[in-house]
């Protein structure tokens, strides 16, 4: 394969770091024998593929969790909150591109600069292990989560098309088991009895969604665009199922409708379907709303991978922003039709797509359903493994095969073995409150901050790395001037310098709007940490 624009030679220490063995050497560059030679891919993905990959990472599962949301705590605070989330998110994440490209000799994101080692060029060594582990655990912690909820869905979709059975193998008692439900396994069940019930089982559904996305995950991200292009279109058309569904019980919001009662003949049936959802539910049913939306919105730590595969003047600004701004539509309609389409949500099916896989529900829907959750789940587990492979070894943490293993198949081990324990997902589930807030949202703001206190004039035309710019020496003490570049890629302004309003300029201060965002979401992360503390979900 043909090296990439700008790519720089493999030093000869470096060639030998294919094996599984890791070390913490600075490494941001690519080798210049191209994509799949490195562990990396090549600058291939299109505008509209771009829009297709981002949208998928900023859906993800948490919009099934909204209707509850808004019936419980209301429809305005989850609106607002998801709305400040998406702008903040989408600033988040422009301005994380920024950071990149004013590092010096990046302005076309001619050289491998992940997350970690963006951390790493701006803030130094220490800081950047630290950022790896934590970088780490939280894209492990979301991929292990989806690989549970994956495993159990396709369980219960095999037991649906034969005969109400799923199967897998008790590796403690080594005896085959079955499941009813895709959650409880038994040696046999007699009616709805199970005997010699046992969390110690790999299913068929396991083996199905290993085997699809460990394949995936060793390719790299530009060649896994047809599988999202698959996932969006899944997306989609399920989702205007649901869309379909919800306005259809709206409209038939009665107690013979066994869809909006969900087959409970003493259900409360209000006096339209939209009194089902207050505006305001209360300050004790707010506890929620905070961590859903930040957790709707823990996107942007994919998108330096998706940065370096790109193509070339593709617009950074309208990839990240257009599909941000398709997906709070999507989920503030999730959110509001889910809500007024069923007279009472259980509390305990926090998933509206786990209740449409009901038995009082359509059968188109129930497939829907299944439909959704597989397509939408799966394709996004190998990107995740992806990017957790592509800064382990751009960070030279390892080499290609060893990222692979701790990037791609060491989660599906663990999984293996724990993925039908609470324990494992419910430390998933603390790892991301925990976590995800800060490296989503505030880490971006503050390399932001720190690239433009450090390189004011990085959008020069001069700037060092361009023609006939001064020599500037990296972190490594190398000059970034042995290869003249130009500027193919605008620059990002994720904060523009000001806005036009009725033919007047209105100049922005870019580092008080920056420091806003930095305060505003270390404030609301810390206290999603403390409500889920205070008031643990059920």
């Known amino acids: 394969m043909d090296a990439l624009p700008g790519a720089w030679p493999r030093a000869r220490s470096e060639s030998t770091h294919s094996s599984a063995s890791c070390n913490v050497d600075h490494f941001d560059r690519k080798d210049d024998s191209g994509g799949g030679n490195t562990g990396y891919g090549d600058k291939k993905i299109t505008f509209w593929g771009s829009c297709c990959l981002n949208l998928n990472n900023c859906m993800g599962p948490a919009m099934v969790l909204l209707p509850l949301l808004n019936q419980q705590a209301g429809w305005l605070t989850p609106t607002i909150a998801l709305t400040v989330a998406w702008l903040m998110s989408s600033f988040a994440a422009t301005m994380l591109c920024e950071a990149m490209q004013r590092i010096p000799g990046n302005h076309n994101f001619e050289h491998r600069y992940e997350f970690a080692t963006t951390v790493k060029h701006y803030y130094g060594h220490k800081i950047y292990l630290a950022f790896q582990v934590f970088f780490n655990l939280s894209m492990q912690a979301s991929n292990v989560a989806a690989m549970i909820i994956s495993a159990q869905v396709v369980d219960r979709f095999v037991a649906k098309i034969s005969k109400g059975t799923s199967y897998g193998l008790d590796y403690e008692r080594w005896v085959l088991t079955k499941s009813i439900t895709g959650t409880q396994w038994c040696e046999k069940f007699e009616g709805d009895t199970c005997h010699n019930e046992t969390t110690w089982v790999i299913s068929v559904g396991y083996i199905i969604c290993m085997a699809i996305c460990i394949p995936f995950g060793y390719m790299n991200l530009d060649d896994n665009m047809w599988f999202q292009w698959f996932s969006v279109i899944g ?222 004039n990085a959008n020069d035309a001069t700037w060092p790395g361009d023609v006939g710019a001064e020599p500037l020496l990296t972190m490594a003490g190398e000059s970034i001037n042995d290869v003249t570049t130009k500027r193919s890629e605008p620059p990002v302004n994720a904060v523009p310098r000001y806005i036009l309003f009725c033919g007047k300029k209105f100049w922005l201060n870019r580092l008080l709007i920056t420091n806003t965002i930095i305060i505003l979401f270390s404030f609301l992360s810390t206290l999603a940490i403390v409500l889920n503390i205070i008031y643990p979900s059920s």
């Open 235 to 456: 997306l989609l058309l399920f989702t205007s199922e649901f869309f379909f569904q919800f306005i259809y019980n709206i409209c038939n919001a009665n107690a013979d409708n066994e869809s909006y009662t969900f087959g409970n003949p003493n259900a409360t049936i209000p006096h339209n379907a939209f009194e089902s959802t207050p505006m305001f539910g209360g300050l004790t049913s707010q506890s929620q709303v905070i961590g859903v939306a930040v957790f709707a919105y823990a996107y942007v730590v994919t998108i330096p991978s998706w940065v370096n595969e790109k193509k070339t003047g593709v617009s950074i600004n309208r990839t990240v922003w257009y599909p941000a701004t398709l997906g709070l539509l999507l989920k503030v309609a999730v959110g509001m039709l889910g809500s007024w389409a069923f007279a009472t949500i259980p509390a305990s099916g926090d998933d509206i797509v786990e209740l449409l896989l009901g038995d009082h529900q359509p059968i188109y829907t129930q497939y829907s359903a299944y439909l959704w959750d597989i397509t939408t789940l799966i394709p996004g587990i190998p990107v995740l493994a992806v990017m957790v492979r592509y800064n382990l070894l751009s960070g030279n943490v390892c080499g290609k095969y060893g990222a692979f293993f701790w990037g791609v198949v060491f989660p599906w081990l663990v999984t293996a073995f724990c993925y039908e324990k609470d324990a494992l997902s419910l430390i998933c589930t603390w790892v991301a409150i925990v976590v995800q807030g800060y490296i989503n949202f505030v880490i971006p703001a503050m390399l932001y901050r720190t690239a433009l206190l450090r390189y004011p």
